[in-house]
């Protein structure tokens, strides 16, 4: 049984940093696709970056230098490290994953569509204050 389990979160000012980790256990394909997503209060659920496993990554826009998306295989553990965070930041944070590879070309879209990542954790909130 796969399960991720996210941490890290809280509340920090803005232009502070912050962590998060999602501890991965279970998982047993070859590749795979992980992201962050996040979710404001009555927001659709959005991509923020995503990494798979021959270390692709990508980033929407709006946390383009910013945020980081990266991965510790031993520790079977994906991080996002989010700095110069906004009060627009603020929202619950997911991570989630497929197997395969990221489908980096078919844009924003494909590469974070909701429906094909079947592995998700319970989030872990972020909030941000001006």
């Known amino acids: 049984q796969v399960q991720l389990v996210e941490s890290g979160g809280g509340s920090v000012q803005s232009g502070g940093s912050l962590r998060l980790s999602c501890s991965v256990s279970?998982?047993?394909?070859?590749?795979?696709?992980m992201g962050w997503f996040r979710q404001a209060p009555v927001k659709e659920r959005e991509g923020v970056a995503a990494?798979?496993?021959?270390?692709?990554?990508s980033y929407a826009d709006s946390v383009k230098g910013r945020f980081t998306i990266s991965q510790d295989n031993a520790k079977n553990t994906l991080y996002l490290q989010m700095n110069s965070l906004k009060p627009e930041d603020t929202a619950m944070y997911y991570c989630?994953?497929?197997?395969?590879?990221?489908?980096?070309?078919?844009?924003?879209?494909?590469?974070?569509?909701?429906?094909?990542?079947?592995?998700w954790g319970q989030g872990t909130q972020v909030t941000v204050s001006s």
């Open positions: 989630a994953a497929r197997p395969g590879l990221c489908d980096y070309n078919g844009g924003y879209y494909w590469l974070f569509h909701l429906g094909d990542f079947i592995y």
């Open positions: 279970g998982y047993t394909h070859n590749s795979y696709c």
């Open positions: 990494v798979d496993s021959d270390g692709s990554t």
